[in-house]
């Protein structure tokens, strides 16, 4: 490991930063095609089709679960006349991990009686995306609908306008909060950051992440962050807009092709006015970090391993454990193979309607090659849209991935391929609006598929039975977990 660590170290002091860059691209394409992991299983599923009973079943809405939104403050509260100071933050990571922070952002300032400026979305160096708030949200929306909460503001006035983000880059200064933990209390901001308002009359916070409690906060304040992240948070016209073309022709029995104006009969009008979304993060980050094997031969294993070393200098913990310990505690995603043939076994067939949330898959596409068999159907951003059509989103990340956002909630059926922030987003959005998402039981999908030996009926008899109550149901959140996953009870009310 020392020796490996060295090797490395080498490369940057003697080529340069650029070079280790292209060296990390060039060890990516160091992998085999991959052939099917479960080819008897796959063989099986494709000549599997479901018959209307259980299409009946599976696409079927939600029944009422007896919870329903509830947002209203317990006691009306009036915003001060003089807010205490302004208060700044820089939200990393991608478009669903920034959300959770603005609306931590807004329940901060509501603890500190402050004024926030619209938050400030770093570039995510996977991602890659420069796009603003202003850019992906409606801004105004935003304000006015949290105008009796909390005092918000697009630009800082003129005799705070030196506090930027540069200012903050080149050294230390008195008004930014660096040391925030993880999951600080009310008590914290009160104690740590209240002061430094006070004094300033301006502070930024950076890092900051999960940087506020889920638990021992008034149920006002967790209604403020539902708030925001489920009424106030509308993405702007122009993605909706096109949102909105691009789930007309998913459930269009005819499908009309944006760009060549081809007609194409997709099937019984009832089966294509239904489809379902499925989210399939499998990029490179994802399958070194996982530490899994991924069928791609020990090419793709030494390549993800060099990977893992050049990114995290070995501190990835689950590097410490056998691909059968991984597999067996569900902390191995899904390959596009795996959730096709779960997708098959829970009642979906080449029939399907199947919208693809991706971003990129490593692999390309021979790995995804396998669920493309399983569904003919499947459509992406990029197959449904022109090219004219995707010129304002294109090379933006964030901006496709809250298109993605869009289609996926307004679709019959959503599921995600491994967990993560769009995962927990989607499934909380979801839950609180009653719409029926899967959420694949990871250890025992890992447990089923390393038994080779398992024939077609068993294996779908074990997915639908490990897969019972785990359609949408309302699940309530537990002490320590995120209510941005589990919106129930907080922000939830029964009857």
Same mark, same amino acid.
């Given at each position: 490991m ?9 490369l940057?002091?003697?080529f340069g930063?650029?070079?280790?860059? %292209? ?6 394409q160091?992998?085999n ?5 479960? /080819?008897?299983?796959?063989?099986e599923?494709l ?8 299409? &009946?079943?599976?696409w079927?809405?939600?029944?009422y679960q007896?919870?329903k ?10 915003? /001060? ?5 302004y ?5 990393d ?9 603005? %609306?931590?952002?807004i329940?901060v ?12 979305l770093?570039?995510?160096p ?16 935003f304000?006015?609908s ?13 005799e705070?306008?030196?506090s ?8 230390i ?9 993880l ?11 209240s002061?430094i ?9 950076a890092?900051f992440?999960?940087?506020l409690?889920?638990?021992?906060l ?8 539902c708030?925001v ?8 016209s ?6 909105e073309?691009?789930? &007309?022709?998913?459930?269009s ?6 760009s060549k ?6 099937g019984?009008?009832?089966?294509a ?6 989210h ?15 069928g ?23 590097s410490q ?19 096709g043939?779960l ?11 199947l ?14 090659s396998?669920?493309? &068999?399983l569904?003919?159907?499947?459509e ?11 010129a304002?989103v ?16 307004h ?6 391929a ?11 959005h ?5 719409? &029926?998402?899967i959420?694949p ?8 598929f390393a038994?080779?030996s398992m ?8 997915v ?14 537990k ?17």
């Open positions: 020392l020796l490996v660590n060295y090797s490395v170290k080498m940057y002091s003697i930063f650029c070079t280790c860059q %292209c060296f990390v691209s060039g060890i990516l160091e992998w095609a991959p052939k099917p992991m479960h /080819p008897s299983l796959l063989n599923a000549r599997w089709t479901a018959t209307d009973g259980q299409k &009946k079943d599976l079927s809405p939600l029944p007896g919870w939104p509830c947002l209203t403050p317990s006691v009306s509260h009036k915003l /001060p006349l003089e807010p205490s100071g208060i700044q933050v820089f939200l990571g991608g478009l669903n991990q920034q959300r959770m922070g603005i %609306c931590d952002a329940a300032a509501k603890i500190l009686n402050a004024t926030l400026v619209i938050p400030h770093e570039v995510n996977v991602w890659k995306d420069s796009s603003s708030f202003e850019e992906i949200f409606d801004v105004d929306h304000i006015n949290l105008k009796d909460e909390v005092s918000i503001i697009k630009v800082l006035p003129k705070f306008s030196w930027t983000r540069e200012y903050y880059g080149t050294g200064r008195a008004t930014r909060i660096k040391t925030a933990p999951h600080a209390s009310a008590n914290w901001y009160l104690e740590n950051v002061p308002l006070q004094s300033y009359g301006i502070v930024a916070i890092p992440s999960h940087r409690a889920f638990d021992d008034p149920v006002d304040l967790q209604r403020l962050r708030k992240n489920f009424q106030a948070l509308v993405f702007r122009h993605i909706i807009s096109l949102g073309t691009l789930v &007309k022709r998913l459930r029995p005819v499908r009309v092709h944006s104006s081809i007609h194409q009969v997709v019984d009008t009832n089966q006015e239904k489809y379902a979304v499925l399939l993060r499998f990029d490179k980050d994802m399958a070194a970090h996982s530490a899994c094997d991924f791609g031969g020990r090419a793709e294993q030494l390549a993800l391993a060099k990977y893992r070393q050049v990114i995290w200098q070995g501190r990835v913990l689950n454990l056998t691909d059968e310990e991984l597999r067996n505690t569900g902390r191995c995603p899904l390959t596009p193979e795996e959730i043939l997708l098959v076994a829970l009642g979906f067939d080449n029939r399907t309607r919208y693809l949330a991706s971003h990129k898959v490593y692999g390309g596409e021979a790995r995804i396998s669920l493309r &068999k569904f003919p159907l499947m992406d951003k990029r197959s449904l849209a022109s090219e004219d059509e995707l304002n294109e090379g933006k990340a964030s901006v496709l991935a809250a298109l993605d956002y869009y289609i996926s909630m679709s019959d059926i959503f599921i995600s491994s967990p993560g922030n769009m995962h927990n987003a989607l499934v909380a979801r839950s609180y609006e009653n719409l &029926k998402t959420r039981n990871m250890a025992l999908l890992g447990r089923t038994n080779k024939e077609w009926p068993e294996f779908q008899q074990v639908q039975a490990g897969h019972k109550g785990r359609y949408g149901q309302i699940r309530l959140r002490a320590t977990q995120s209510i941005y996953t589990y919106p129930a009870p907080d922000c939830m009310c029964q009857g």
